[in-house]
């Protein structure tokens, strides 16, 4: 007798034949629907409306909304957001006035609410649900079958190898379920074969990548409706209550209340900074941190801590960010007669770059009166430098610490338009009902201060007397619900796609019968999903070592080679 093996790629065409002969041991390899050309001339209505169902649910229709919502993104990121600044808004409009009523009707100025981007948004929620839906009741179904049965004809699989064996076929049969459930095969037996397969973590993976996009789109949904976002700028000393009036600026989604201000507080006891003095990183932060007293509740016990950059103070569901640090002059002003109006007030200025180079405006708009007696409000440009590199330098800061603080002051007085009710910004001065102070030679009075020294207004009008610097920190207040939600979505997607392409699902079959001469015939095929080296390779090392268990039956020259033109010369299974 002849014994014969072959473990390769079978590159014959295959016929429709072919394809009925697999039968269901090729099918739902996949949980992907099979997509169905609907039949034109006898659709009604209730046709179409399933037309257009299996049409949105279809993977493709999800990549485009997913790829329209990426781009509809774009211009939330462009343009200017109503609820995200709402004078730099203002400020376009005023700017492109035929650009922006365009603009208007086109929602963009509050993409992420406006009408078109949350069609695309819902559909691509409802496109993922009915997709995920009824794949996840077939991939279950599968779970809890069977692997399907041998196909008639296992040399038309894509991989496969035969010998012949003195074995009995049941102990071939037994040797083969053991050694398959032993590689973790899910294997049972089906009449004169074993059916297994591997490989379902493919399916759950992708089923778990499209559940955590909708986990995701929940998530992102929730957050924006219920998030609110606060920043406020407090001065070393002062404190700050979690309440809509304590904010410079505030922000939050369309359902939230103010009831869901989480109900704290907290005071700046100081801030400390430290630089690097020289080298190529000379003025990078080296300690950069807020040191606060705060308390929950309002009868909550008051603890102590420490904002630093990405290191927030955690209340409750909300987070204090640390965001900013700046100078704040102090300064006394007195009017004509010498009374304080302004007794040693700190005015924050804002830092406009790395070394803290601050600029803003000391308003003046109470209790003042000129040397003829008459009530005006006083303004002043102001011009802070940390480390004044002194006379004849530019103006601007050479380090940010405080080594040597010069104030530069510019005087206006007049109307600081304060009174009419129309918001300003405090650290810009209105001057069109304001007039500057000239100096002797008639032009604006401006004077350079440093700590203790006084700029005498011209005319007896008063002085303003720079007294010293106080620190101040900006604070960033959030609340992000669901943010949690979206980062186990995310890790999910990342888990569930790796899964969905680096495993393989795979099938593998075991035949044993007894032939013509009495001698066992083993037959090994395998199948997977795709076209992969993974299939034959696999299937050859399972061959080899059930070979080991049921070898080659000794050759006989009288038993004639039974004819197959895909069987290669006896070769031991697996090389």
Known sequence: ?????????????????????????????????????????????????????????????????????????????LIPQSGVDALQVEEFRKNHEILAPVYDKLGLFHVYSSVWFSAIYILLFVSLIGC????????VGQLRGRPPGAPRRLTRLPAYTTWRTEAEPEQVREAALTLLKKRRFRAHTVGDSVAAEKGY?????????????????????????????????????????????????????????????????????????????????????RIYEAHVSY???????EKNATIKVNEPLEVDGSKVYLVSHGYAPIVTVRDAKGDVVMDKEAVALLPLDANVTSSGAIKVMDGYRNAKGEKEQLGFNAFFLPTYGGKG?????????????????????????????????IYQLDKSNLKEFKDSDGKLFKKQLKVGETMTLPNGAGSVTFDGIQQWAGFQVTQQPGSGWALAGATAAVLGLAGSLFIQRRRVWVRAVEGDD????????????SESAKVPQELGDLAAVLY?????????????DTPDTHVVPAERPGK
Request: proline share 7%.
């Open 1 to 77: 007798m002849s014994s014969t093996s072959k473990t390769a790629s079978d590159n014959t065409p295959k016929t429709a034949g072919d394809d009925q002969d697999l039968g269901a041991a090729g099918s739902q390899l996949s949980t992907a629907p099979t997509e169905e050309t609907p039949n034109l001339p006898s659709l009604g209505v209730i046709g179409w409306a399933r037309w257009f169902w299996r049409q949105l649910t279809s993977m493709r229709v999800a990549l485009l909304l997913l790829l329209l919502l990426s781009l509809g993104a774009i211009p939330g990121s």
């Open 132 to 139: 995920i839906v009824p794949r996840t009741w077939q991939f």
């Open 201 to 285: 973590l493919r399916e759950a993976g992708n089923l778990a990548f499209h559940i955590a996009l909708i986990v995701m789109l929940i998530a992102f949904a929730w957050g924006q409706l219920f998030k609110y976002e606060g920043n406020k700028l407090i001065l070393e000393g002062d404190g700050f209550a979690n309440t809509l009036t304590q904010y410079d600026d505030f922000k939050s989604g369309n359902l939230f209340g103010q009831d869901d201000l989480d109900p704290f507080s907290f005071t700046l006891k100081d801030f400390r900074a430290t630089y690097e003095p020289s080298g190529p990183n000379r003025g990078t932060p």
């Open 295 to 301: 308390t929950k509740g309002a009868y909550g016990d």
């Open 393 to 425: 330098s530019a103006m601007y800061s050479t380090f940010p610490a405080l080594i040597n603080p010069m104030l530069a002051l510019s005087a206006y007085h007049g109307d600081l338009s304060v009174d009419a009710g129309i918001p300003q910004s």
């Open 518 to 529: 009495g001698v066992t015939v083993v037959e090994m095929a395998g199948l997977g999903r």
């Open 548 to 560: 080991e268990q049921a070898p080659d039956a000794p050759k006989n020259d009288a038993t004639p």
